[in-house]
């Protein structure tokens, strides 16, 4: 290394001897103006000067650390930079001779300290015992403990990544093998397995080479690690499979390698980044354990004690470890010698944890933003969200000792009493005889109580058959009268029809649009949106009601959810949030209101029929962080199902289904809507009414927007940074707009111009399919979080982060979206208790502009085979097409129902009844039932009507048919 280095530094000085001879001429012009110009110089110029000077390079300091700190990745380069600094500077250093001298001395000869030395001006960390400087011995080793740490983890997510894919995707029989294998490692401590193996090999100097007990150890601990990392790529990939564009992927034929470039890899390689930095972290920490243990990289080295004849064992590379294992022993004597590589070890530990920290924050879509102005209102926010989570209880008044009172249960009074009564029965003779009968009887009953209990059983037995056939006798007695008596008034010879799923139309086919008109704040310190909301209902359940009852469906994530099926709704880094209603007036009286879960139950005070009631809710609504409906990360916030809304009440009653992960359950009628939001002038604020008809007004840091909104479902929101977003934008043929808003930092321009494209021909697609215009002309359409489903408003699109990025179904995605306009927004179902109404339309909707737009994949008569024998399974497993959400399962059998069954039902039907009869009643359903809600009673006799008169033994067949074993 000294060789290379002066060889370096001879050819630096050739190099400056060059350049100097070849610009003598301007060296000499410019050190004769230097010199003319410090002649020039007076102090108060040198002062000036240097200032600003200061000045200027403080505020490139400044600009530097804004930069630094608004980076994307900001923790990860700048962990990374400190990292390779140190790996650099360790790379160039030097190790120091160890002395035998038993003191230290200066360079002029005067003595500093007998090794090892403390802490010291001179040593800043201290000597070891042959009188070298902690300093230059901790440097020496980083290079060697970063090297080992990296090369172990890289090892592993190498091994453990390339098993997982090849188990699950090209050799899914060998799953069970490796997972029954690595199974019992998770939960053996890593520590202890990878003592027991490397005992015999690293303890005590057993002849063995340092470079192959090196490479034993490596080996050893790559395959300590491998089933952690096997088990987490092999879990993501799980969840991955479960995704609904990737299972329309296989369905649709795409081969593995095209599943694994398109859909796996997109979505692992950035918990990839996640699982290197936590796998560098555990192999820091099980080296420093194994050097506590003695157990060092490449092996012990012995050295003999100065001036005693005891050997210690010390690590052959210096690494951190085993530095701070050999010194162990001398934590009393020499602490500074433990403690140096300890602290250098957490430091590291430090900074990958940070860059930890930084990739999950990425993952979650929660960078914290830095752009945020440090006004006084934010300060003032901040003050007061800290003080609104801090609870102190005051005023409470000291109460006065009370005595004890021994407390009278009704069970003893009851027992008084009753020993009273008997006292004066005990007097007449005949209760005194037969208290003796019964007792006898009891005490027979406890000797002989197997034959008695035989007899009272089989009496019993004898007594029920009697009764129960004399009942069934009156039964047939009564329905030979009814048959008879129907036979007198000759009623008609047709069958009664059975009561099932076709048996009525539970919806209401009119109804009173609700009045919302809310007034909120969001405050973006502490993500909360506080506000009011006016709600002027209209009693349309044809009979007087008590009660009226609100959906609040954030209220979901109060608390921690458990179960796969929440996972991809929790994301990796949940945060709970909540509405908190504070007060409700009806008819501006305080009213008494409960919430249970996501229901707020109101009692009202006669709310006759016919009759208008009007409702104030003030509430706090805590935004979770999560990749539900309503939510946020370091770029926007989307609000879809945000607002207390009132629940339907149709012929079954109010129907307060709960919030759940699969499907569509938000079953709502259309409702007028007039919403004002206050929020930071950072934030570009939309809705799914129409942009053109909104008011926007900003004063300072503060803008107000207000939308109205008539005849939708829901109202949605968005608060988009405007650093972040921009926006794409596509004019239909009937002037329908279209704006898609993508974050060009990180999605890609073409895909979100394909977007608004392909949203756009979709439009003019279904406005033909369906026979009718949509009723608004804008489509908003949002790019929100990584993980978040893709949710579809009435004027407005939540689309994940996937949908810009470089897979192919973006299009398709949009396409989904845009049906759902005209079903599930414009046609309203029961999409928790008949979920099959408008989801398997709406996919049978999608297929059929596939197909005409080219996407269609055949399927091969294996794969319809095993499609089959999937629908078969679920079938028999008690989930039918016709199954309400709660009978499900998992989400993947829903969807094969729904998506698969489903809309094979309107395929094979369209096959059979020819002439466009299922597009014509697609038309006719649409048109008749636009603002309203439809059962599967309705759908079924629109198809009746339009040219199938069995249409209903038609569904039952699919819906759900009659299994045989």
């Not at 001879?10 to 003598?24: F, K, S």
């Not at 199974?183 to 027991?196: S, T």
């Not at 099959?836 to 737009?853: H, R």
């Amino acid at each position: 290394m000294s060789r290379v280095r002066s060889i370096f530094a001879t050819a630096i000085g050739l190099i400056t001897i060059i350049i100097i001879y070849i610009n003598y001429k301007n060296l000499k012009i410019g050190i004769a103006w230097v010199a003319r110009e410090t002649r020039k110089l007076t102090f108060q110029k040198i002062k000036n000067g240097l200032a600003i000077m200061a000045k200027y390079l403080f505020q490139r300091f400044k600009a530097l650390l804004r930069y630094i700190n608004n980076l994307k990745y900001r923790n990860i380069i700048v962990g990374a930079t400190i990292l390779i600094l140190l790996f650099v500077v360790s790379w160039f250093t030097e190790p120091i001779p160890e002395s035998n001298e038993l003191l230290i001395f200066d360079e002029n000869g005067k003595f500093v300290a007998a090794p090892p030395a403390p802490p010291s001006l001179t040593f800043p960390l201290g000597t070891d015992l042959g009188a070298r400087s902690m300093v230059n011995l901790i440097l020496v080793g980083v290079k060697y403990t970063l090297g080992a740490v990296l090369g172990i983890t890289l090892a592993r997510l190498l091994a453990g990544t390339l098993l997982a894919l090849l188990t699950t995707l090209w050799y899914p029989g060998l799953k069970q093998y490796f997972s029954a294998f690595f199974w019992p490692f998770r939960y053996i401590p890593p520590l202890l397995v990878g003592i027991i193996l490397i005992i015999p090999a690293a303890a005590v100097p057993v002849g063995i080479s340092a470079k192959v007990i090196l490479e034993y150890q490596i080996l050893v601990l790559l395959l300590i690690g491998l089933p952690g990392v096997y088990y987490f790529i092999l879990d993501i990939m799980g969840e991955i499979e479960k995704q609904p564009y990737v299972l329309s992927s296989k369905l649709m034929g795409a081969s593995k390698f095209h599943t694994l470039v398109r859909h796996v890899w997109p979505n692992i390689k950035s918990h990839l980044l996640l699982l290197t930095t936590q796998q560098v972290l555990s192999v820091l920490q099980l080296l420093t354990f194994l050097g506590i243990f003695t157990l060092y990289l490449g092996g012990p080295h012995p050295t003999a004690l100065t001036d005693t004849p005891r050997m210690i064992y010390r690590t052959i590379t210096n690494e951190l470890a085993g530095m701070a294992g050999q010194n162990f022993w001398l934590i009393r004597r020499a602490p500074w010698m433990f403690y140096s590589p300890i602290l250098l070890i957490a430091f590291i530990a430090i900074v990958v944890n940070w860059m930890k920290k930084g990739v999950e924050d990425q993952i979650a879509g929660m960078v914290p933003v830095k752009h945020r102005g440090n006004t006084a209102e934010v300060h003032d926010a901040k003050e007061n969200a800290s003080l609104s989570r801090s609870f102190v209880l005051m005023g409470l008044q000291e109460q006065p000792p009370v005595e004890h009172e021994k407390k009278v249960y009704t069970s003893d009074f009851m027992r008084e009493k009753l020993r009273t009564v008997r006292g004066y029965l005990t007097r007449c003779s005949i209760y005194r005889s037969v208290e003796k009968v019964v007792v006898k009887a009891a005490e027979y009953i406890q000797d002989n109580s197997k034959p008695v209990f035989t007899s009272i059983l089989t009496v019993s037995i004898v007594l029920w058959a009697g009764i129960f056939s004399y009942a069934e006798y009156r039964e047939n007695e009564k329905a030979d009268s009814k048959e008879k008596t129907e036979k007198s008034v000759e009623a008609s010879a047709e069958s009664k029809e059975d009561k099932d799923f076709f048996s009525y139309s539970f919806t209401n086919k009119e109804h009173v649009p609700v009045i919302y008109k809310a007034d909120l704040t969001y405050q973006d310190a502490d993500a909360t949106l506080k506000g009011s909301l006016h709600v002027s209902t209209t009693n349309t359940t044809e009979t007087d009601q008590d009660k009226i009852y609100f959906h609040l469906y954030p209220n979901q994530f109060k608390e921690p959810i458990d179960g796969p099926e929440w996972e991809f709704v929790r994301g990796p880094s949940p945060v709970p949030g909540w509405i908190d209603i504070q007060e409700i007036k009806v008819n501006n009286k305080k009213a008494d209101f409960k919430v249970d879960g996501t229901i707020l139950e109101i009692q009202m005070k006669d709310w006759e029929k016919e009759a208008t009631a009007e409702l104030d809710l003030q509430f706090n609504f805590q935004l979770p962080t999560n990749y539900s409906n309503a939510s946020y990360d370091y770029a926007a916030v989307w609000l879809g199902n945000f607002l207390p809304k009132q629940a339907v009440y149709d012929k079954n009653g109010w129907n307060l289904d709960p919030y759940s992960p699969i499907g569509f359950p938000f079953y709502s009628e259309t409702a007028n809507y007039d919403v004002t939001i206050k929020a930071a002038s950072k934030f570009e604020i939309l809705s799914n009414a129409e942009e053109s008809h909104a008011i926007v007004e900003t004063q300072g840091e503060t803008t107000e927007y207000n939308a109205k909104v008539e005849n939708v479902r829901d109202f949605a929101l968005v608060l988009l940074d405007k650093q972040y977003y921009q926006m794409q934008k596509f004019m239909t043929k009937d002037d329908t707009e279209v704006n898609v808003w993508y974050r060009p930092a990180t999605d890609k321009e073409e895909k979100a111009h394909s977007n608004a494209m392909g949203a756009g021909q979709s439009i003019e697609f279904f406005t033909e399919f369906y026979g009718t215009a949509l009723p608004y002309k804008e489509l908003d359409i949002i790019r929100t979080a990584e993980g978040n489903p893709q949710m579809a408003y009435q004027g407005m699109i939540f689309s994940p982060s996937y949908n810009f990025s470089d897979n192919n179904f973006g299009s398709l995605s949009m396409a989904d979206g845009v049906i759902r306009q005209w079903l599930s927004g414009m046609v309203g179902s029961q999409g928790y208790k008949e979920p099959w109404v408008n989801e398997s339309l709406a996919i049978y909707s999608l297929k059929t502009y596939m197909g005409e737009k080219g996407y269609t994949a055949k399927s091969s008569a294996e794969e319809q085979l095993k499609q089959q024998e999937e629908i078969s399974r679920i079938q028999r497993e008690g989930q039918f097409l016709s199954s309400p959400i709660s009978e499900f399962k998992n989400i993947n059998d829903y969807i094969i129902m729904m998506n698969l069954h489903g809309s094979n039902m309107y395929m094979e039907l369209d096959y059979l009844v020819k002439a466009g009869k299922v597009r014509k009643a697609l038309k006719q359903y649409v048109n008749e039932y636009k603002n309203k809600n439809a059962s599967g009673h309705d759908l079924v006799e629109i198809f009746e009507k339009a040219g199938h008169p069995q249409a209903k033994d038609y569904f039952k067949t699919y819906l759900k048919p009659d299994l045989k074993e």
